[in-house]
């Protein structure tokens, strides 16, 4: 929502270039402990926490708001849903993980609330969608976290603000280049409200808290079955949206919540 919103507003490589500047910095204090414990782990696989800084920091966070300036928010919608199964086919793909008819049911009857939801119950909608650049960006955007995703069972066993520091420190040094090339080229930062709350936002929720969040959940269950979460998305949207903004509450709300809930359940069982 929040993507959509900025867009045209916010340098997207500079929003993401902070977006993991500023939470390493404010973490760095309380995570320096826990840096010089790590560091001979950190040390000796730099080259993995540099791969997952790269592909599930600088990538999947600017494309994702790059996309988000040339598609609509329906789009997005729709495509952010193919992430479960793309994370599925790639763990197949690299490591040979199985997946079982259960969590297919779970995966398609979570999809099916997505749709729910974003359509409204009319399908038609689906047949009005256009698809451009934008949609392709997000399409490999989902594979850039698909494979973050995956290869998340390859990082050292080191704490978790370790973790966060070293890998937004990463994903700054490979975004800063394209955020002063998109600064140099005509694009800066408009000193807004908007421009601040956005900073602020995706310099907390998104990047500390939901990361260290999906890191912990994928510990504990494996991607594979974290991957059918991600359905939840639209369904939070939707109740932000009633709760903040008044919007009414459908019945294909409802349903759509429902479908997803019960594909999660399905999909999460061991």
Known sequence: MLGRAIAGHVPPLGLSTLRWLLPSLMLLPFAWPHLRRDWPQIAAHWRILLFLSVVGGALFGALQYVGLQYTTALNVSVLNSLAPVFIVGMAALVFGDRIRPIQGFGI????????????????SALATLRFNVGDLIIVFNMLCWAVYSVFLRRRPKIHWLSFLVVFGAGSTVVLLPFAVWEQAGGYPFQPTLLTAGAIFYVATLPSVVAFAAWSRGSDL???????????????????????????????YHVLGFALILAGVW????K
Not at 108 to 123: C, K, N
Not at 266 to 269: L, Y
């Open 221 to 251: 269950i494996g991607s594979n079955r974290a991957g059918p979460f991600l359905h939840l998305v639209p369904l939070y949207s939707a109740v932000l949206a009633w709760l903040v903004l008044g919007e009414r509450l459908m019945a």
């Open 108 to 123: 398609a009857t979570s999809f099916a609330g997505v749709l729910v939801i974003v359509t409204r119950l009319d399908l």
């Open 266 to 269: 399905f999909a999460a069982r």
